[in-house]
């Protein structure tokens, strides 16, 4: 039976861990990413050398850590024909979603007579992706990273994903990274990954910007290097929220509550409803679809079901709306009878999917929606990534002689006001030069 908590009678300390998620575990990666951060910046590529030697590929070298062409070629000759259809109609609904996304290069306004001011987007020159490797391959973490890189103009995009014991970096990555025209690929993992890309070192050109979901270790690294290097969203262990009511089928919200529990002890599903009859259906259908699993992946959503997940059970459609919302779960799943009806309520989760043909797994390969999603309760204030997580903004201002008239004033009594004697006079001495 997968264990269903009631709301009301959850002490706030209950209350606390459920909404705290696997975060709790961090303390000890900070202090491994600590040493290994420590090491890359004395050593350089000696010392990523050695930690990818010791957690990943013993037979790491200076060398072997970059992506060969002959890997790239390889890659095409392992993927199976089907994978390939399906990677390649992934690719199109990512692209097509992301393009969609992608704002007016400049933009300006007349905001009074002759005052102009907008702003100039322009892409973030060299960027980091990460694309885990470690309880599963994740070729889709590939696109939809890579694929709003490349829409938003990146002119550098380098990507780091850990190689298997052989030293190989997971073939169908390859080929979604060709797809998406990345070229430069290190075969590295977790904190030695992400101190290579923040810090740089002699093979490596460092970053501006690093994002990625990634376990425990890297987001130790990116806590550290927050400050040396833009780290992006918090995209950590998986967690989602299933959304019923008494209309919803048990074994639909079952099966969705396994989707995100599979990825591994930390995630954290939850199913929330008002309806109990509902909640003792799922957890049994839970129960008889787990025996479905292999061990592994069974094992992580029973430890992952019973740490930070389970069935919730509220009073009503409304508390269960407020829990969502407390919670700030990174994926949505809301199979309740009428899904649009309640969306104007939900106000903190990184995606929203509606309705009975949305499963989260849909998102995550074929949607196109990118499935790269802020967890640990930033879902409250972090977004999606998407073509912004690869641009910014510059402030773009425009301002004509009949402007100048309007504005001087206000601009020459706040500088007296606020003391800055210069600012005023660079206004004062326009009026007589121009
Ligand atoms: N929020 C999101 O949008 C997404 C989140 N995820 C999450 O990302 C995470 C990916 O994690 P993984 O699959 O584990 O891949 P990962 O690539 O982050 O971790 C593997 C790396 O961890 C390092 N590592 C492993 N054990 C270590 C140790 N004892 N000490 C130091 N370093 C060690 C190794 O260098 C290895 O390369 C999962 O929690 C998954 O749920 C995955 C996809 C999307
Ligand atoms: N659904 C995942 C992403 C994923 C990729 N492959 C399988 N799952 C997430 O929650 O973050
Ligand atoms: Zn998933």
């Known amino acids: 039976m997968v264990r269903i908590l009631k709301l009301s009678q959850l002490s706030s300390a209950e209350r606390a861990k459920l909404q705290k998620r ?19 910046r004395e050593r350089g590529d000696a010392g990523v050398v050695d930690y990818v030697r010791r957690f990943d590929y013993e037979g790491a070298t200076v060398e072997n850590i970059k992506v060969s062409e002959a890997e790239f070629e390889r890659a095409f000759h392992l993927i199976e024909p089907e994978v390939k259809t399906a990677i390649e109609q992934a690719f199109r609904n990512i692209q097509e979603v992301h393009r969609r996304q992608m704002p007016e290069e400049t933009l300006l306004a007349e905001i009074e007579t002759g005052v102009f001011a907008g702003e100039k987007i322009s892409p973030i020159p060299n960027v980091g992706l990460y694309v885990p490797r470690g309880r599963g391959a994740f070729p889709s973490m590939m696109l939809m990273l890579a694929i709003p890189a490349m829409v938003a103009g990146v002119e550098r995009v380098v990507v780091c994903t850990p190689p298997d014991k052989q030293g190989n970096v997971e073939p169908v990555s390859l080929v979604a990274a060709q797809m998406a025209g990345v070229r430069e690929i290190y075969k590295l993992g977790g904190v030695q990954a ?34 040396t290097v833009d780290v992006g969203l918090p995209a950590g262990p998986s967690e989602s929220i299933v959304l019923a ?40 259908y839970a129960q008889e679809y787990l025996q479905k699993l292999p061990d592994w992946r069974r094992e992580f959503c029973e430890a992952g079901l019973a740490a930070y997940g389970g ?43 509606l309705g009975n043909h949305t499963p989260s797994s849909m998102a995550t390969y074929a949607i196109g929606v990118n499935a790269v999603l802020p967890t640990g309760s930033f879902a409250r204030s972090y977004s999606a990534v998407s073509v912004y997580d690869f641009l910014k903004r510059s402030t773009l201002a425009y301002v004509t002689p009949e402007g100048f008239e309007k504005l001087k004033e206000t601009t020459k009594t706040l500088a007296e006001y606020e003391g800055f004697p210069a600012h005023k006079l660079a206004i004062q001495h326009r009026e007589i030069l121009l």
């Open 245 to 284: 009511d008494e209309s919803t089928d048990a074994r639909l919200a079952a099966l969705d509550l396994l989707i995100e529990a599979e990825h591994g002890a930390d995630s954290a599903a939850l199913l929330v409803t008002h309806c109990e009859d509902l909640a003792i259906a799922a957890s049994e």
């Open 311 to 353: 069935i919730i059970l509220t009073d009503s459609l409304q508390q269960s709306l407020d829990f969502v919302n407390e919670y700030a779960p990174e994926h949505l799943e809301v199979l309740v009878s009428n899904p649009f009806a309640i969306l104007g309520k939900i106000k903190n989760a990184g995606e929203i999917l």
């Open 194 to 227: 992400i101190a290579a890309l923040a810090l740089g070192t002699k093979n490596i050109k460092r970053v501006d910007k690093i994002t990625g979901p990634c376990s425990v270790y890297g987001a130790a690294a990116k806590r550290l290097l927050f400050g």
């Open 22 to 40: 696997a975060e709790l575990d961090i303390d000890n990666a900070l202090k491994v990413a600590q040493t290994v951060i420590e090491t890359i």
